[in-house]
C-alpha cells in the first residue's frame, strides 16, 4: 500500500469570523489558522480566510 503524501498547511488570516466543520471551534477576526489547501479554497471562495499580508515600512530617506 503507497503512503499518500500530505500537501502541506499553510498559515490563513481570518476576515469573517467562522466555524471549524472539524472541531467545532470559532476562529475570529484577525486570527491566524493552519488550513490544508483543499480546506482553504472553500474558505477563499466564502471570503472567510486570505493569505496573511506582511506589514513592510519604508525606511526613511
Known amino acids: 500500500m503507497?503512503?499518500?503524501k500530505q500537501p502541506p498547511r499553510q498559515k490563513y488570516e481570518v476576515t469573517d469570523p467562522?466555524?471549524?466543520p472539524n472541531i467545532k471551534c470559532?476562529?475570529?477576526k484577525g486570527a491566524i489558522?493552519?488550513?490544508?489547501?483543499s480546506e482553504?479554497?472553500?474558505?477563499i471562495l466564502g471570503g472567510k480566510v486570505k493569505l496573511p499580508t506582511?506589514?513592510?515600512?519604508?525606511?526613511?530617506?
Open 26 to 28: 470559532w476562529h475570529g
Open 2 to 4: 503507497a503512503v499518500q
Open 40 to 43: 482553504a479554497e472553500f474558505l
Open 18 to 20: 467562522y466555524q471549524c
Open 54 to 61: 506582511t506589514k513592510t515600512t519604508k525606511g526613511a530617506d
Open 33 to 37: 489558522v493552519d488550513l490544508l489547501p
